[in-house]
């Protein structure tokens, strides 16, 4: 692709707000096809990290229709090596390969589709000319995928039957598809924003979760909603049309109270970061936190009160288990969970090839290494119970690779220490000027601390020796950190 290629039409859906139910709707007819089911099912975080999901899939979004081609470039490479890792059997003990070529190519089938439709469903149908040009498009991301263009068809009037014929013989009623429709919403995390207000999130959730999934089965081809048994409600159809209406009505307000790239930074944002979105978000969740005490009087819902500011943060070692190593959500410790570590601490850095794989292999040896102590029934995975029992000390040389490998690469500059610059990139806030408490750090530089005496270069610095001990004592759940419990545990 050329610069003058790069994709205006699909960029320019981002700020739209009617895109986000109709990502919804595109991204359940991808989870419906039995190759992206299974591979969601084992790697994915979606159900577990939403948010931090969200942020990583926005920006790589915008990455590939960047108008810079080397920027596009790069990001097709970096997908291309996360989509190779992503291969196994599924439930159904048939296998699965997110670098299969038809696979991928109904995931930007079903983006150009859902694109369309929902223009249509808002009243506002695509000229001719319009989609010829969203279509081709399409053809481009896959063509910087690498893929052959053939998997998907070469106009739009092939295109039709070829989308009905996936509809009505490939696609099934998968697990993921049934997670996404009725658990993910459900039980949807509160963001950063909402965290502490479990009353205000609660009660938006009660109403806005099963409103997204009736609006969303509403718009799925009606073929296949036979097929997969999805009921259609009284009066949803209507209710799904003037949501897409009342989105499109937003178009009229000013461009920075809709720009995606903000709210998906608010959603996504750590709590008590330093950046311009963290600190939106604190705005924003002192303001919900007094509208929530008028929501407490009024709300019927019985919603736990949140745990004392004095109580730890973690209780044992099943709760870390929990809230960080397992990181899929599946109640167990296996590959896809350390594999999902290494992609998000990768996705922060943003780390070329040599980097990244360093990385994948230092886990992947920080895997061998926990199943072979803790993996006592030998079969295959590590639960919570066999963590628990089995983990408090735990810090072999693999999980010491595992910190000197992503010191190495956090240290863009190589010279031996992490600075304000580069520590902001991989915990997206500034140095913390307490003292750590624990682990050993003192005030060597020990996550939490300036590192004002870390022996590496002086104030706001973070030496390797400091770095390696409180990420060490952070993932052996020894000790829980400020900053490297958003790595992995923020939603």
């Known amino acids: 692709m050329t610069t003058a290629q790069a994709k205006p039409r699909f960029r320019k859906l981002f700020d739209d707000p009617r895109w986000a139910p109709a990502l919804v709707r595109a991204t359940v007819l991808e989870a419906a096809h039995p190759q992206v089911g299974a591979a969601l099912v084992a790697n994915s975080t979606f159900v577990t990290h939403p948010w931090r999901r969200l942020r990583n899939t926005f920006d790589s979004m915008r990455r590939m229709c960047d108008p810079d081609e080397a920027v596009r470039s790069r990001e097709a490479a970096r997908l291309n090596r996360l989509h190779a890792r992503l291969k196994g059997t599924g439930p159904d003990q048939r296998p699965y390969d997110a670098m299969d070529p038809a696979a991928r190519a109904w995931v930007l089938a079903t983006l150009f589709e859902s694109a369309v439709t929902m223009y249509r ?33 070469p106009t739009t009037g092939e295109f039709w039957p070829y989308y009905d014929a996936m509809v009505e013989r490939e696609l099934e009623d998968t697990e993921a598809m049934r997670i996404i429709l009725y658990k993910l919403f459900d039980h949807l995390p509160a963001p950063g924003v909402l965290s502490g207000l479990p009353t205000v999130w609660a009660t938006g959730r009660a109403l806005a979760g099963p409103l997204i999934g009736a609006v969303t089965v509403a718009s799925l081809p009606e073929a296949f909603r036979r097929r997969a048994g ?21 178009r009229f307000l000013p461009e920075d109270w809709i720009s995606a790239e903000r709210v998906v930074e608010v959603l996504s944002a750590a709590p008590g970061g330093d950046d311009p979105a963290s600190r939106t978000a604190a705005a924003l969740h002192e303001r919900l936190r007094r509208a929530g005490a008028l929501v407490r009087l009024l709300s019927p819902l019985p ?5 004392s500011p004095a109580a730890p943060v973690h209780s044992g070692a099943e709760e870390f288990f929990r809230d960080v190593l397992d990181q899929t959500g599946d109640g167990y410790l296996d590959w896809p969970d350390l594999a999902a570590m290494a992609r998000e601490l990768a996705t922060r850095l943003d780390l070329d090839e040599p980097e990244e794989t360093r990385l994948y292999e230092a886990f992947a040896g920080w895997w061998r290494e926990l199943q072979a102590a803790l993996d006592t029934d030998g079969d295959g995975r590590v ?36 600075d304000a610059e580069e520590y902001r990139t991989l915990f997206r806030t500034a140095f913390r000027r307490e003292t750590a408490a624990a682990g050993g750090a003192g005030n060597t530089g020990g996550a939490g601390s300036t590192g004002d005496k870390g022996g590496a270069g002086g104030a706001d610095t973070y030496d390797g020796a400091a770095f390696v001990r409180a990420f060490v004592s952070f993932m052996s759940g020894r000790l829980r950190s400020s900053p490297f419990d958003p790595l992995f545990s923020q939603p």
């Open 121 to 153: 469903l808002s009243g506002q149908p695509l000229p001719h000319e319009e989609i010829e040009g969203l279509y081709e498009e399409t053809r481009d991301y896959l063509r910087a995928l690498g893929d052959e263009d053939v998997h998907l068809p």
């Open 230 to 250: 999805l009921p259609e409600l009284p009066g949803v159809t209507t209710l799904m049309r003037g949501t897409y209406l009342a989105a499109g009505l937003t």
């Open 303 to 307: 919603v736990p009160e949140p745990a």
């Open 383 to 418: 639960s919570a119970r066999e963590y628990a029992s089995s983990a408090p000390g735990l810090a072999g040389p693999a999980l010491i690779r595992v910190a000197e490998v992503l010191f190495a690469a956090t240290d863009a500059d190589g010279n031996g220490v992490i």
